[in-house]
Nanobody, 118 residues
Framework: VQLQACGGGLVQKGGSLRLSCAAS????????MGWYRQAPGKQRELVAL???????NYANSVKGRFTISRDNAKSSVYLQMNSLKPEDTAVYLC?????????????WGQGTKVTVSS
């Protein structure tokens, strides 16, 4: 199972970006999908997660600015990021709990870099 993320880039403060992540491979079902981020010199932190049933969890730092959504038919998750701040600069990593080959696997994507300039 692989996760392929895209959509990162350079944006000015206050701007917007939309990240996409698609899962592929031998997938029976996907429970949780979402995004983490890791800034230089900092630990990886949760950004947002969404379950197959639609329950959503956001980090306090992004509530009201970021919106996570999911397309189960496409095994994909999206992150709409608005009102971006320089402190949002990080590598954003896609994550999924996938039921594959009779076991649950925690899968990470390769990351997409987001840079917010001031």
């Amino acid at each position: 199972v692989q996760l392929q993320a895209c959509g990162g880039g350079l944006v000015q403060k206050g701007g917007s970006l939309r990240l996409s992540c698609a899962a592929s491979g031998s997938i029976f079902s996907i429970n949780v999908m979402g995004w983490y981020r890791q800034a230089p010199g900092k630990q990886r932190e949760l950004v947002a997660l969404v379950t197959s049933g639609g329950s959503i969890n956001y980090a306090n730092s992004v509530k009201g600015r970021f919106t996570i959504s999911r397309d189960n038919a496409k095994s994909s998750v999206y992150l709409q990021m608005n009102s971006l701040k320089p402190e949002d600069t990080a590598v954003y990593l896609c994550y999924a709990d996938v039921y594959s080959d009779y076991e649950i696997k925690s899968v990470w994507g390769q990351g997409t870099k987001v840079t917010v300039s001031s």
